[in-house]
């Protein structure tokens, strides 16, 4: 069994992000956990005017469990950092939380956003650099694994059947971005859908030919819609996502395989872009 671990950054990410993909793996019966690294106090209040930024917290809390309950997550797991801060935070601290969690869940597959957050918002790019950070200590941990199994089968002369059944259980992880393709960028910005500028750059998204992997959601649009709505203080977001009647991030998600094991992975001119994780 498949299991997925999604690293971001707020209550909603993961439903803008990836909620599409989360609702098609979890209904094949894969785990899919996810750690968050704030509970959004610093987000839109939307009609909780009144509320102070933790008492937010505490709502898109609970909005971020029940949408992970539709979209069939697993486990949630929040590391209790301020909204709005991350890029601020000792180096190395996230990091070590965001390893541990790894070698305690154990994933095949990782998914955090690619390094300019999509958005922009500087959050989500302190979150990319950290779980790739995290990561790569991981993979190395697999792929030490991996040889000293090899080591052990010789020393004991072990056939090579035994060998390669040993080697098999050991993971490869792979470590993915989720990205918006600049083609997808540019038709939301026309449709005036998402601002031309976020968090003072402009919105351009990822260069289409950089991305490797696009995931069919059509079949999980109405579970991402409602999850979607199950963040009711982000209610002004989801409503401008939702409005176009023609939205892509309906119908696909988006995706960089950054990392196979150890080894980088570079999106070449003559690969295919592959329809699964």
């Given at each position: 069994?498949?299991?997925?671990?999604?690293?971001?950054?707020?209550?909603?990410?993961?439903?803008?992000?990836?909620?599409?993909?989360?609702?098609?793996y979890a209904e094949?019966?894969?785990?899919?956990h996810?750690?968050?690294?704030?509970?959004?106090?610093?987000g839109s209040f939307g009609s909780y005017?009144?509320?102070?930024?933790?008492?937010?917290?505490?709502?898109?809390?609970?909005?971020?469990?029940?949408?992970g309950t539709?979209?069939?997550i697993t486990s949630v797991t929040f590391l209790g950092y301020k909204d709005g801060v991350l890029a601020g935070q000792h180096s190395g601290e996230l990091e070590d939380k965001i390893y541990r969690q790894m070698t305690v869940i154990s994933p095949d597959v990782v998914i955090t956003f690619e390094p300019n957050g999509i958005s922009n918002h500087p959050d989500h790019s302190k979150i990319c650099l950290s779980t790739t950070f995290a990561f790569q200590k991981y993979a190395a941990d697999m792929d030490s694994l991996k040889n000293g199994a090899a080591k052990l089968g010789q020393r004991a002369k072990k056939s090579f059947e035994q060998v390669s059944s040993e080697h098999e259980?050991?993971?490869?992880?792979?470590?993915?971005?989720?990205c918006m393709p600049e083609s997808v960028a540019a038709y939301l910005k026309k449709q005036k859908n998402i601002p031309a500028e976020s968090f003072g750059k402009s919105w351009i998204g990822i260069s289409d030919?950089?991305?490797t992997t696009v995931i069919d959601i059509d079949k999980y649009r109405t579970e991402k819609m409602k999850a979607l709505k199950a963040h009711v203080s982000?209610?002004?977001?989801?409503?401008?996502?939702?409005s176009l009647s023609t939205q892509p991030l309906l119908r696909q998600e988006y995706f960089i395989l950054h990392m196979q094991g150890i080894h980088e992975v570079f999106m070449g001119r003559n690969d295919r872009v592959a329809h699964r994780l």
């Open positions: 069994m498949k299991t997925l671990l999604l690293v971001l950054a707020h209550p909603d990410d993961e439903s803008f992000a990836c909620g599409g993909t989360i609702a098609k094949r019966g894969c785990l899919v996810l750690i968050c690294a704030t509970r959004g106090e610093a005017k009144d509320l102070s930024g933790e008492e937010l917290g505490d709502i898109r809390q609970k909005e971020l469990e029940t949408s539709m979209l069939g259980q050991i993971k490869e992880p792979k470590l993915y971005y989720a030919k950089f991305v982000q209610q002004i977001d989801v409503d401008r996502f939702l």
